[in-house]
T-cell receptor, first 113, second 112 residues
C-alpha cells in the first residue's frame, strides 16, 4: 500500500510563481525525501528532511515536515518551465534496517512559460 | 562514473517467457532496490538488498526473484511473465547511512 498521499494530483502555474505540493503519510518515519521525475526518465533526488527537522532549504526548494500531523510540503519558488515534472515524496521508516522507501502517487507540476 | 545502469531500456515479452533485467552501479553503494511504476502511480518496492549476499522482499515481490552476488550488480528475474507485469522498472542504489537514492533510467517492459 502507498504510504504517502500527495496533494494536489496536478498543478498548473505560470513561470515565476511559487508551487506548493503536500504529502501526508501514515506511519512513523526516520526521514522523508522528495524526488523529481521528468517525463520518461528516472527519478532524481531533490532533498531529504529527517524526523527531528522541521524545515530545510536547498536553492529554490523549501521543505517542511510536521511529524505530529504526519505531513510535509515542498515549495518551489520562482518556478521555471524546466521545473515541469512529476514530484514524489517518499518516506523511510529506518535508515539502517533495509532502507525501504515508500512513495506517494506524485504531483504533476506544469509550469507555463 | 556511470551511476546506475539499467539494461535493456525496452523489452517486449510473451506471456510465460522469462527474462532478467540488469542493474549495475559503480558507486560502491551497499543498498540497492528494484521498483515498478505503473501509470498514475508512485513506485512500489519489489525487492531490495543491503549488501552482497543479502536480499529481502518488498511490497510486491510475487513473480520476481533477485540475487546479489556482488556489490555492483542486482539483477531482477521475471520467472514467467504475465501481462500484469507490464510496467516501468527502476533500479536504485545508495550508500549506507546517506539519504537519497540514485535511480537508473528505467526499463519499460511490455508483456503480451
Amino acid at each position: 500500500s502507498q504510504q504517502g498521499e500527495e496533494d494536489p494530483q496536478a498543478l498548473s502555474i505560470q513561470e515565476g510563481e511559487n508551487a506548493t505540493m503536500n504529502c501526508s503519510y501514515k506511519t512513523s518515519i526516520n526521514n522523508l525525501q522528495w524526488y523529481r521525475q521528468n517525463s520518461g526518465r528516472g527519478l532524481v533526488h531533490l532533498i531529504l528532511i529527517r524526523s527531528n527537522e522541521r524545515e530545510k532549504h536547498s536553492g529554490r526548494l523549501r521543505v517542511t515536515l510536521d511529524t505530529s500531523k504526519k505531513s510535509s510540503s515542498l515549495l518551489i519558488t520562482a518556478s521555471r518551465a524546466a521545473d515541469t515534472a512529476s514530484y514524489f515524496c517518499a518516506t523511510e521508516e529506518s535508515e539502517t534496517s533495509g532502507s525501504r522507501l515508500t512513495f506517494g502517487e506524485g504531483t504533476q507540476l506544469t509550469v507555463n512559460p | 562514473n556511470a551511476g546506475v545502469t539499467q539494461t535493456p531500456k525496452f523489452q517486449v515479452l510473451k506471456t510465460g517467457q522469462s527474462m532478467t533485467l540488469q542493474c549495475a552501479q559503480d558507486m560502491n553503494h551497499e543498498y540497492m532496490s528494484w521498483y515498478r511504476q505503473d501509470p498514475g502511480m508512485g513506485l512500489r518496492l519489489i525487492h531490495y538488498s543491503v549488501g552482497a549476499g543479502i536480499t529481502d522482499q518488498g511490497e510486491v515481490p510475487n513473480g520476481y526473484n533477485v540475487s546479489r552476488s556482488t556489490t555492483e550488480d542486482f539483477p531482477l528475474r521475471l520467472l514467467s511473465a504475465a501481462p500484469s507485469q507490464t510496467s516501468v522498472y527502476f533500479c536504485a542504489s545508495r550508500r549506507q547511512g546517506e539519504g537519497g537514492y540514485t535511480f537508473g533510467s528505467g526499463t519499460r517492459l511490455t508483456v503480451v
